[in-house]
């Protein structure tokens, strides 16, 4: 019984409609990113001086790998809402919320405005899960049974609505 405790707080804190809400968000962000580097940022590219081009580029696999991370992450984090993976095994190292570079600031300030939104934008939601992902290792995390329930009944209620 002490084991279900002391997996719980951390499932408890990061629910269903969290994960949710993060992974569309982050999936808009994908086809932002993708619309704006395949058509738009590629004008805008053109116009930039060599150098300036070369960043553009670096900051666009950024982009590309920040949402890379969080995508996979919240999947995990799906997955171990609805059993796919236990608790303990999700929170192993090489689930946990990957890597990413941060951006220059010299070399995002030449770019133009639409990159450096999506720039900003993606930084700021990849710091968002980064501080979830940080928050499931809190050593002091406090075990509350009362929040434990209340976790497994929000699990249960969202996730097993068709059945």
Same mark, same amino acid.
């Given at each position: 019984m002490?084991?279900?405790? *002391?997996? !719980?707080? !951390?499932e408890?804190?990061?629910? &269903?409609?969290?994960?949710?809400?993060?992974?569309?968000e982050a999936?808009?962000?994908?086809?932002e990113a993708?619309?704006?580097f395949?058509?738009?940022?590629?004008?805008? @590219?053109?116009? =930039? *001086? /060599?150098?300036?081009?070369?960043?553009f580029?670096c900051?666009?696999l950024?982009? !590309?790998?920040r949402?890379m991370?969080?995508?996979a992450?919240?999947?995990? @984090?799906?997955a171990?809402?609805t059993g796919e993976i236990y608790?303990?095994e999700?929170? +192993? &190292?090489? %689930? #946990?919320l990957?890597?990413a570079?941060d951006?220059? &600031? *010299?070399?995002?300030? @030449?770019? /133009?405005?639409?990159?450096?939104k999506?720039?900003?934008?993606? !930084?700021? =939601?990849?710091? +968002?899960?980064?501080?979830?992902?940080?928050? @499931?290792?809190?050593?002091d995390? /406090?075990?509350? /049974?009362a929040?434990?329930?209340?976790? %497994?009944?929000?699990r249960d =209620?969202?996730?097993? #609505?068709?059945?």
């Amino acid at each position: 019984m002490d084991d279900e405790f *002391e997996t !719980t707080p !951390t499932e408890s804190r990061i629910t &269903p409609r969290l994960v949710d809400a993060l992974y569309t968000e982050a999936l808009l962000l994908a086809d932002e990113a993708r619309a704006y580097f395949d058509d738009a940022g590629r004008d805008e @590219q053109k116009q =930039l *001086e /060599p150098f300036i081009r070369v960043g553009f580029a670096c900051e666009s696999l950024k982009v !590309t790998t920040r949402i890379m991370h969080i995508v996979a992450w919240l999947l995990t @984090q799906r997955a171990i809402e609805t059993g796919e993976i236990y608790g303990a095994e999700g929170r +192993r &190292p090489e %689930r #946990r919320l990957g890597h990413a570079n941060d951006s220059d &600031p *010299e070399v995002v300030a @030449q770019l /133009p405005e639409a990159a450096r939104k999506l720039i900003a934008s993606t !930084t700021e =939601l990849y710091s +968002r899960v980064k501080r979830l992902d940080e928050g @499931q290792l809190a050593e002091d995390a /406090p075990h509350s /049974p009362a929040r434990a329930l209340m976790g %497994r009944l929000e699990r249960d =209620l969202i996730w097993n #609505r068709d059945a």
